[in-house]
């Protein structure tokens, strides 16, 4: 039996294909148009281009699956699939953009637009589940087993290899891609956590019940009633916990303060979040 493409597999399939185009402007357009490297395999293969003349086309495809032969372990069947066709569509893009160049006398506008590029390339690839190999395994490696943002430890992978550009390069454009780097861990953190990301909110008050009521009809978000116990007083109260849109978290604040202005309120970060709602 055939197994059915669904609408979500196509969408997934188009923003691979975006990503890998949107990756490889950031390499041939701005990057390697401004004598800069990069990090990870792609970097590994702009040395190899800088010192062989060797297109990054060919040696991304081959240097990637032997990453893939090593690391396929630590990623799902799915992961898999997507990233064995975003390293194919990625080389497929870096040749046929090999001659997009823009030739500029400020270098930071390739840096910037390098960074920009990059970032939202891998961002939108890793946030559908796949990766663009390379230090993307590695980064997945490192957040299922040290629990690390995967943008902070690819961008750890990539400086290692943005060191050995020292062969290829002067200091100042290792420097130039350093900060090109920064840029791209940026926006693929943005694009990977969301345009909205969501805020956890924990409450103490000395009216739970009422609070929560409020937080429910006039927020229109769903409160958890957690058990506690303070440690000097050993007296329990009842905590409220709510994760809702950073948008609204200035609406909860004043709600809680005219309410209880006496209320302990903690604000914490939420990078993902799953299922419509807290009851």
Same mark, same amino acid.
């Given at each position: 039996?055939?197994?059915?493409?669904?609408?979500?597999?196509?969408?997934?399939?188009?923003?691979?294909?975006?990503?890998?185009?949107?990756?490889?402007?950031?390499?041939?357009?701005?990057?390697?148009?401004?004598?800069?490297?990069?990090?990870?395999?792609?970097?590994?293969?702009?040395?190899?281009?800088?010192?062989?003349?060797?297109?990054?086309?060919?040696?991304?495809?081959?240097?990637?699956?032997?990453?893939?032969?090593?690391?396929?372990?630590?990623?799902?069947?799915?992961?898999?699939?997507?990233?064995?066709?975003? *390293?194919?569509?990625?080389?497929?893009? %870096? &040749?046929?953009?090999?001659?997009?160049? /823009?030739?500029?006398?400020?270098? @930071? =506008? #390739?840096?910037?637009?390098?960074?920009?590029?990059?970032?939202?390339?891998?961002?939108?690839?890793?946030?559908?589940?796949?990766?663009?190999?390379?230090?993307?395994?590695?980064?997945?490696?490192?957040?299922?087993?040290?629990?690390?943002?995967?943008?902070?430890?690819?961008?750890?992978?990539?400086?290692?290899?943005?060191?050995?550009?020292?062969?290829?390069?002067?200091?100042?454009?290792?420097?130039?891609?350093?900060?090109?780097?920064?840029?791209?861990?940026?926006?693929?953190?943005?694009?990977?956590?969301?345009?909205?990301?969501?805020?956890?909110?924990?409450? *103490?008050?000395?009216?739970?019940?009422? %609070? &929560?009521?409020?937080?429910?009809?006039? /927020?229109?978000?769903?409160?958890? @009633? =957690? #058990?506690?116990?303070?440690?000097?007083?050993?007296?329990?109260?009842?905590?409220?916990?709510?994760?809702?849109?950073?948008?609204?978290?200035?609406?909860?604040?004043?709600?809680?303060?005219?309410?209880?202005?006496?209320?302990?309120?903690?604000?914490?970060?939420?990078?993902?979040?799953?299922?419509?709602?807290?009851?």
């Amino acid at each position: 039996m055939t197994p059915r493409i669904t609408v979500q597999t196509l969408i997934n399939i188009a923003v691979v294909i975006l990503g890998s185009f949107l990756f490889s402007i950031g390499i041939n357009t701005f990057m390697i148009a401004g004598n800069l490297g990069e990090g990870g395999v792609t970097g590994l293969a702009i040395i190899l281009l800088y010192a062989f003349d060797i297109s990054p086309a060919v040696s991304t495809l081959i240097l990637n699956g032997l990453l893939l032969i090593v690391g396929f372990r630590y990623l799902s069947r799915r992961a898999m699939y997507y990233t064995i066709f975003a *390293v194919i569509m990625m080389s497929m893009f %870096l &040749g046929l953009t090999e001659t997009w160049t /823009i030739q500029s006398d400020e270098i @930071m =506008l #390739n840096v910037i637009f390098g960074g920009l590029f990059i970032g939202l390339g891998n961002g939108l690839v890793i946030r559908i589940g796949a990766t663009t190999a390379g230090s993307a395994i590695i980064g997945r490696i490192a957040h299922k087993f040290l629990d690390v943002k995967i943008a902070t430890a690819i961008l750890v992978a990539d400086l290692i290899v943005i060191l050995l550009s020292l062969t290829v390069l002067t200091v100042e454009k290792v420097l130039l891609t350093v900060t090109a780097m920064y840029i791209a861990v940026k926006v693929m953190d943005f694009i990977i956590e969301g345009m909205n990301p969501k805020k956890a909110v924990t409450i *103490v008050s000395e009216n739970p019940e009422a %609070l &929560g009521t409020l937080i429910n009809s006039e /927020i229109g978000r769903g409160v958890t @009633m =957690l #058990n506690g116990k303070g440690f000097y007083t050993r007296t329990e109260k009842d905590i409220l916990y709510v994760v809702i849109n950073k948008s609204k978290l200035v609406r909860l604040k004043r709600l809680i303060k005219k309410y209880d202005e006496n209320a302990f309120v903690v604000v914490n970060d939420v990078n993902s979040v799953l299922g419509n709602s807290f009851v």
